[in-house]
Nanobody, 126 residues
Framework: QVQLVESGGGLVQAGGSLRLSCAAS????????MYWFHQAPGKERDFVAT????????YYADSVKGRFTISRDNAKNTVYLQMNSLKPEDTGVYYC???????????????????WGQGTQVTVPS
């Protein structure tokens, strides 16, 4: 089982950038697809991006395409989310999640995840 710890959140002005990290412990990281989710205040958690087990495939929510980039370093057991051109609506808690999958990057609202991190707060003032 994978344990996940997010970091890198903070306060950034609109148009700025942040890089989130999600450090994983556990022997299954290299066989897991990794996901980032966003939960805005008072709203449900939404899918942001996913990367497949070897980093060769990625998939994004329309709202972040062209602004966010997901990547991973299996040697460091870490997945990243580079967030550029941040907007006030990007404010919220960002969570990473792991799911055993050796296919291409994909997302379904019905997926279940092995583990979730505790989240990291991103604030973009309007």
């Amino acid at each position: 089982q994978v344990q996940l710890v997010e970091s890198g959140g903070g306060l950034v002005q609109a148009g700025g950038s942040l890089r989130l990290s999600c450090a994983a412990s556990g022997h299954t990281f290299s066989t897991d697809a990794m996901y980032w989710f966003h939960q805005a205040p008072g709203k449900e958690r939404d899918f942001v991006a996913t990367i497949n087990w070897d980093g060769g495939s990625t998939y994004y929510a329309d709202s972040v395409k062209g602004r966010f980039t997901i990547s991973r370093d299996n040697a460091k057991n870490t997945v990243y989310l580079q967030m550029n051109s941040l907007k006030p609506e990007d404010t919220g808690v960002y969570y990473c999640a792991a799911r055993r999958d050796l296919g291409i990057a994909r997302y379904s609202p019905e997926y279940e995840y092995e583990n979730w991190g505790q989240g990291t707060q991103v604030t973009v003032p309007s």
